[in-house]
Nanobody
């Protein structure tokens, strides 16, 4: 499966953004999807993941309450809604696919190219 992330941009603190990740190829609904991010000078970190059906989600503690992951299998798309953006959310955001929902980067087999989110204070 190939993944294409988009929706990033330059925003102000307190704004909201919705990131998109569109998948091509078959069997999208057989994969759990995840979002990761990499801030400048830092390692990539887990943000959120969603099961293949969309019935289960899991978030990093740092984003709970502000980030919402969802998916539309009919559109082969996974979303990341980010509310009340903070400067520390500035990063390149990546979507990725894996067989079982989890927060471990090494288990994700397919990765999108990333979309930049920059939050000004």
């Amino acid at each position: 499966v190939q993944l294409q992330a988009s929706g990033g941009g330059l925003v102000q603190a307190g704004d909201s953004l919705r990131l998109f990740c569109v998948a091509s190829g078959r069997a999208f609904n057989r994969y759990a999807l995840g979002w990761f991010r990499q801030a400048p000078g830092k390692e990539r970190e887990f943000v959120a993941t969603i099961s293949w059906s969309g019935s289960s989600t899991y978030y990093a503690d740092s984003v709970k309450g502000r980030f919402t992951i969802s998916r539309d299998n009919a559109k082969n798309t996974v979303y990341l809604q980010i509310n009340n953006l903070k400067p520390e959310d500035t990063a390149v955001y990546y979507c990725a696919a894996t067989t079982l929902m989890n927060q471990y980067e090494s288990s994700y087999d397919y990765w999108g190219q990333g979309t930049q989110v920059t939050v000004s204070s």
